[in-house]
């Protein structure tokens, strides 16, 4: 039977290895080692967008979406403003709970009933290391033929396993410096690009506007690329303290997002429109030379991190259903992080030649599932509990929030299902994109109906808040 975390005293031997070594996993941080300042979260955040990832992303808009270039700006824009600002609010709650985002998440669908996110969240963070390994060896590749693809691939796992061993701690002071460093090399890049030529080709400067249908769906591909940050954005503020400010927070991740992942697109949707015959990797070189490629092969080694640092905390938390784990243990974090890294590097080397052409259309997927999980979980904490739990009752089915939560789970469901009717895929498209001109909304619309059924099954039946008071007592 699954039960609370137990915590065992640790023996002499590793107190040394504690100090380095981070020992915490899905388990409560305790007031004796939070630390940190909302400042640092703005740094880590425009560390973890300043990256050749979504350079390429703002090239896809102008390449492969087809939209000019300050129609692709404009579509940057609204899709990172109204990303992040989900992004942000979910990563408030990490210093007042201290636990990671899908943990918390067992308060709105239940200690089971959230089992269904863990291997969602699992596939997106394996997802996003297999392409991003992808895209640092076609930068490094460029550079150098010597070495094959794969080989380039799994060289660059290297640094990227390393900083996850040591853990959070060290997860941050890397993305800090990444800051820095990126920051200033694609403020060179740009410059560089506005240097090489004197302006645009006519056809990418017009103001023209789209089709409805690709205007929205260029906006859904920075909306997903915020959000989907969204499952594990707690797990890097949950060392945080409890009295953190919540607005300095907010304001720290939201603009630490905003500025970085519309900086990153920008550059890359002018290379686009520069030079639309070549890849964006194929641009930087050509227009910054090879300097630039070994910089971008670099911005997505700490992304690979905590890409697999939080896909260990899914493989945990599904544990967790099944027997109690003890806190503070180092193998327990270590050992399920390297699994992670482990598929998504597999994923990488047999898939190089076709993932990231399939990049849009895995985000597309993942913006379809999520999105009625952020509004359940938005609803939950700000308006019905005011982010009241019991932390205690996250670990156990016989807490507060019991095995299924019925109310979240409808939620759930209804607005994944609205969703269908506006989705617009290769492989699947709704009855009612073609009356919207083939804009794809559904992210809206879901997003909406989802709140909007949690909130009224939450009024007309009693609060979750007054749910099993005894069961969360004993818990």
């Not at 997802?127 to 094959?148: C, D, K, M, R, Y």
């Not at 990227?160 to 941050?172: A, C, E, N, P, T």
Request: aromatic share 14%; proline share 5%; charged share 10%.
């Amino acid at each position: 039977m699954a039960g609370p975390l137990t915590t065992t005293p640790s023996p002499a031997r590793n107190e040394q290895l504690r100090k380095y070594v981070e020992s915490h996993h899905i388990d409560h941080i305790p007031a004796s080692v939070r630390h940190g300042k909302p400042w640092q979260q703005f740094a880590f955040w425009w560390g973890g967008n300043v990256n050749v990832f979504n350079l390429v992303l703002g090239g896809l808009l102008v390449t492969a979406y087809g939209l000019t270039f300050w129609w692709a700006l404009i579509a940057i824009a609204v899709g990172v403003i109204f990303g992040a600002l989900l992004i942000a609010l979910h990563a408030t709650q990490g210093p007042k709970l201290g636990v990671p985002q899908m943990i918390q998440s067992r308060g709105q669908f239940g200690f089971y009933g959230a089992a269904f996110l863990f291997p969602c969240v699992i596939l997106l963070n394996v997802g996003f290391i297999a392409a991003q390994l992808v895209i640092q060896a076609q930068a490094l590749f460029a550079l150098s033929s010597a070495l094959t693809m794969p080989e380039w691939i799994l060289i660059l796992t290297v640094p990227s396993l390393v900083i996850g061993i040591f853990g959070y701690r060290w997860i941050h002071y890397v993305m800090q410096a990444t800051a820095v460093v990126l920051g200033v090399s694609l403020v060179i890049m740009l410059i560089q690009g506005l240097t090489y030529h004197t302006s645009l080709p006519a056809s990418q400067t017009t103001m023209t506007a789209p089709s409805a249908g690709l205007f929205c769906a260029g906006v859904a591909l920075l909306v997903i690329d915020m959000l989907s940050f969204g499952p594990f954005v707690s797990d890097y503020s949950r060392y945080l303290p409890e009295d953190t400010n919540g607005k300095q927070l907010f304001w720290a991740i939201y603009a630490g997002n905003v500025l970085a992942t519309f900086f990153a697109c920008a550059i890359g949707a002018f290379l686009g429109a520069l030079l639309p015959k070549l890849t964006p990797v194929g641009a930087v070189q050509q227009v910054n030379g090879d300097w630039a490629l070994v910089v971008l092969a670099l911005s997505l080694v700490v992304a690979n991190t905590f890409n697999a640092y939080t896909g260990a905390f899914q493989v945990l938390s599904i544990g967790n259903m099944f027997r109690r784990l003890k806190a503070e243990s180092i193998a327990l974090r270590v050992v399920p992080y390297l699994v992670v890294m482990a598929i998504g590097v597999v994923i990488a080397v047999l898939g190089y030649k076709s993932f990231v052409t399939s990049l849009g259309n895995f985000l597309d997927v993942l913006l379809v599932i999520f999105i009625p999980w952020s509004a359940v979980n938005l609803a939950d904490y700000f308006v019905v509990r005011h982010g009241k739990y019991d932390v205690n009752s996250f670990f156990t089915a016989k807490g507060r929030y019991g095995k299924f939560a019925w109310r979240g789970l409808v939620a759930y469901a209804v607005g994944l299902g609205a969703e269908w009717p506006f989705v617009y895929q290769p492989d699947y498209t709704g009855p009612l994109v073609s009356k919207l001109d083939g804009a794809d909304i559904s992210w809206v619309v879901g997003w909406i109906v989802a709140a909007g059924v949690y909130l009224v099954l939450v009024r007309v039946g009693r609060a979750p808040a007054e749910e099993e008071p005894a069961a969360a007592a004993a818990a």
